[in-house]
């Protein structure tokens, strides 16, 4: 899911210039980053070998992601789903740089936007599309209505693509609840602060607030990069813990933290004997808030997310840090059903129908992909065999399900178990809607830094013990939970693998393999710190790589 920003992190790309009124596109020049990766032991190499099948397969045909048109023309009249129009109002052409390249969806095809009325005539939320290979999840944004305490008018959270449709459902709230007048980016992750800098040259007159810990590499970049056209007090850096916002904390004692530096100078004109009120933002009346990190990662690079408490609805908003997950996909999800029944499928051979329960099957293995990125209950198909299938042995009605998110438009390396084996997999995940903390972040980053991850968690929970529902960055929207729900998400990294407790992580240990295996690599390499919970988990020694595995 998009949660893997942390592995496809890359620096702060080039973004667009438009203005209020202004729909043009312009051109845009991408950044890259140079990325050397480290050659591999041979035995590693074996013991991943799976893995490459699938990386190869999908890599050798990436061209046709931008170029659907060839699989488009293979298609029959029969399809099962048909292809859904593309049209100027769910297109953002800027997409396919904005991201740095990365074939993700919703960057090269469309990009539709659906938005929910979570609280009447107070909270909204936008969900858009975005994934690699058909595993798509929705990413969100959040619009809070605030009080005339508040200064009145629109506060925005984590932004989205501006895409006609989405800046349309924008301008008719304000037409009903006023000008946005916040715009505030709660996290430094790849596939949030990408689309920041254009959402924010719609509202030129708006304030933006900025997470703490932005980074980019191989350069640090200011943040002009993402897009941002605001400059001087309309631009300005999160005041990162409650004791600079409530206690007795002092700005300057925010400028450097744990060698990360804030630009707070840069961007806050502020005179000196007023700047702690002057930092403050004027809707903290109705949005609190407390800051995690930056958790400086041992090479280059930090996590940082800040959750807000909505007063008047008792709503935790947050980014990254928890999310639930369902039997029944998210709406964003079944706008186009294609990539549901694509994963429905046990091998490209299975002709399947559009019905809810096949739409649940494919949503489930979606997850599993999207949540630990290599799932226990698929068996990698030989590369070859993979290629002359995607050509042959797909039926017509089924060749629509991949056009414009799959290499080809009909690659499908892999089979799944037999008889649903792949349910327990996903149950064990769903837990019924549990809130939980992804397995990417407890295996390769909070993992590292528990204690001020839990501290965090413990402010929230103390300082807003009122809320009854949490509005995550990432699939399941709205989900009723108390602060003991929220605080126990973050249970495995209250393990202890000293003798103390071992709390199970959220997925079965088989398919936390692979993140097992990278938590090792990047620790090996000397891009993570060693972590400090995980030690003692079986991911190691029932997982594929359990032959390798550090004994």
Not at 195 to 203: K, L, S, V
Not at 222 to 233: A, R
Request: with cysteine; charged share 20%; net charge negative.
């Amino acid at each position: 899911m998009a949660l893997a920003s942390f592995l496809f992190q890359d620096d702060d790309s080039p973004t667009n210039r438009n203005t209020d009124d202004d729909d043009d596109d312009e051109s845009s020049q991408a950044s890259f980053k140079n990325s050397h990766a480290k050659q591999l032991q041979p035995s590693r190499r074996d013991a991943i070998e799976s893995l490459l099948s699938i990386a190869t397969a999908i890599t050798t045909a990436t061209t046709a992601l931008s170029s659907p048109t060839a699989a488009l023309a293979a298609t029959t009249a029969a399809a099962v789903v048909p292809i859904p129009p593309q049209s100027r109002a769910t297109t953002w052409p800027l997409g396919k740089v904005a991201f740095s390249l990365l074939p993700l969806a919703g960057s090269y095809t469309r990009r539709a936007t659906i938005m929910e009325e979570i609280i009447p005539n107070t909270i909204w939320t936008m969900d858009q599309v975005q994934g690699v290979v058909n595993v798509n999840v929705p990413v969100r944004m959040t619009i809070i209505k605030l009080s005339q305490t508040a200064g009145g008018g629109l506060w925005v959270l984590n932004p989205l693509a501006p895409t006609p449709q989405l800046i349309q459902q924008m301008r008719q709230l304000e037409q009903r609840h006023g000008p946005v007048r916040h715009i505030v980016l709660g996290t430094v992750a790849l596939e949030h602060k990408a689309t920041f800098g254009p959402f924010a040259q719609y509202f030129s007159k708006a304030t933006l607030w900025i997470q703490p810990g932005q980074w980019s590499f191989p350069v640090q970049l200011p943040i002009e990069f993402l897009g941002v056209t605001q400059s001087g007090d309309q631009v300005r850096v999160l005041l990162p813990m409650s004791e600079f916002v409530h206690g007795d904390g002092l700005v300057e004692e925010e400028e450097e933290v744990e060698g990360i530096i804030r630009p707070r100078r840069r961007y806050q004109k502020a005179a000196k004997n007023d700047a702690k009120t002057q930092a403050i933002p004027e809707w903290t009346s109705d949005i609190d808030y407390e800051t995690l990190g930056p958790l400086k990662f041992q090479s280059v690079g930090a996590f940082s997310e800040t959750a807000f408490y909505h007063k008047a609805s008792q709503t935790l908003v947050v980014t990254d840090s928890v999310c639930s997950v369902t039997k029944d996909p998210p709406k964003v999800i079944e706008e186009d059903p294609r990539a549901l029944l694509f994963h429905a499928r046990d091998s490209i051979e299975d002709v399947v129908v559009d019905d809810v329960e096949t739409r649940r099957k494919g949503w489930r293995r979606m997850v599993q992909f999207g949540l630990v990125f290599f799932p226990s209950q698929i068996d990698v198909v030989p590369f070859g065999k993979a290629i002359r299938q995607s050509i042959s042995d797909i039926d017509p009605s089924m060749r629509t399900l991949g056009v414009g998110a799959v290499p080809g438009g009909n690659l499908y390396p892999w089979t799944w178990h037999d008889n649903d084996a792949d349910l327990a997999n996903f149950n064990a995940i769903s837990q019924n809607g549990k809130l939980f903390c992804p397995p990417i972040l407890t295996k390769l980053i909070l993992d590292r830094e528990p204690t001020k991850t839990l501290e965090w968690v413990d402010r929230i929970t103390k300082r807003f013990p009122n809320f009854t529902h949490v509005i995550p960055g990432h699939l399941n929207n709205y989900v009723k939970a108390s602060p003991k729900e929220f605080s126990e998400a973050f249970d495995p990294l209250r393990s202890n693998p000293n003798g103390g407790k071992v709390y199970e992580q959220r997925a079965l240990a088989e398919d936390l393999a692979l993140l097992q295996e990278a938590s090792d690599l990047l620790t090996q390499f000397g891009v993570v710190a060693k972590t400090q919970v995980c030690d003692l988990e079986p991911a190691r020694s029932v997982g594929r790589f359990a032959a390798i595995a550090p004994k």
